[in-house]
């Protein structure tokens, strides 16, 4: 049987929030099978539970929200890419603040907590969500196009183009195939730093978004070239970033994706749209587990390694 996992021993972590600036303390637990991936505000008078689920989702601007009533938590996206990454099926997140500390701005200090606490295996079988036929959004039209789409697949494949017209990102790579069964995500995603341009912070900071952000944390451009003195981490980081994102965005769905998804100039609010389009077509999935773990495609079998 292909098994569901959770944390072995809790971990915890420290940080502030990108648009927030607040500090805020994260402790990750292990949860019991069909758990699924719960954020609690501990922080409120009464403890709230916010399941993540694609219906979770109440705001898609410049990150992922979710919500229960009047309790929410922003900026989900890249620990969520960190638990899609590594498997992680059942997990409690309990955190202080509405925003999820931003660290270094990639997955890689989140891959680092989950495998630092260990990873196991659990006595239920791993649910995944099978696409079984081609479900696209898409808006804009001519140079202002923008689309995402899931199609059929054996495994899970991501494919994301970029198209920002700046001097910096354009001279990178544009495109980037991330294949589960081939790839290692720790090793070739997961580090990507989120990005931003300078003119854009400014106006951010000026609506009370950036706050926590700086050169520690983000890419950060001017018109014409990166700022930060060690420059980039992958000749690609800008789409690889996008990759990483998409995983956290589609992971919302609560289950791992068995699908190709593919996308150009897509972001939170596409990538919910599609999990949500999906959804509203009964007859386009199926939820399927493998008896026996040779039977599931390669590169969801074994535990994710270590970098």
């Not at 637990?29 to 069909?34: I, K, L, V």
């Not at 969500?129 to 202002?144: I, P």
């Not at 589960?180 to 900071?205: L, N, P, Q, W």
């Not at 009370?208 to 700022?227: E, F, H, P, S």
Request: hydrophobic residues 45%; proline residues 4%.
């Amino acid at each position: 049987m292909l098994a569901q996992r959770t944390l072995k021993t809790l971990t915890q972590a420290v940080g502030v929030g990108l648009h927030s600036g607040q500090r805020v303390e994260l402790t990750l637990r292990p949860a019991a099978p069909d758990t699924g991936i719960v954020f609690r505000r501990v922080d409120l008078p009464e403890p709230v539970d916010i399941p993540v689920r694609a219906e979770s989702v109440t705001d898609t601007r410049l990150a992922s929200t979710i919500s229960v009533g009047q309790a929410k938590v922003f900026t989900v996206e890249h620990l969520m890419s960190a638990c899609a990454g590594l498997g992680i099926d059942n997990l409690y997140v309990d955190i202080t603040a509405e925003e999820v500390p931003i660290l270094d701005g990639s997955a890689s200090s989140f891959v680092f907590l989950l495998q630092s606490a260990g990873i196991v295996e659990q006595n239920a079988p791993k649910r995944f969500l099978r696409v079984l036929k081609t479900v696209q959004v898409s808006e804009g039209e001519g140079s202002n196009t923008k689309w995402a789409k899931l199609e059929p697949f054996h495994g899970y494949k991501l494919s994301f183009e970029i198209d920002f017209r700046h001097p910096a990102v354009d001279s990178t790579g544009q495109q980037v195939v991330f294949d589960m069964s081939e790839g290692v995500y720790s090793r070739d995603i997961a580090r990507a730093r989120t990005f931003g341009f300078t003119k854009d912070v400014e106006m951010m900071r000026a609506n009370g978004l950036a706050l926590g952000g700086g050169l520690d944390n983000a890419i950060v451009m001017d018109d014409y070239k990166v700022l930060n003195a060690d420059g980039l981490r992958y000749d690609d980081e800008f789409v690889k970033h996008k990759i990483l994102d998409a995983m956290g965005d589609l992971y919302i769905v609560g289950k791992p994706l068995l699908a190709a998804y593919s996308a150009f100039r897509s972001g939170h609010a596409m990538n919910n749209q599609l999990l949500r389009a999906l959804l509203a077509q009964p007859d386009a999935y199926e939820i399927v587990t493998f008896d026996k773990s040779s039977q599931a495609p390669k590169g969801f079998a074994a535990l994710q390694p270590a970098w």
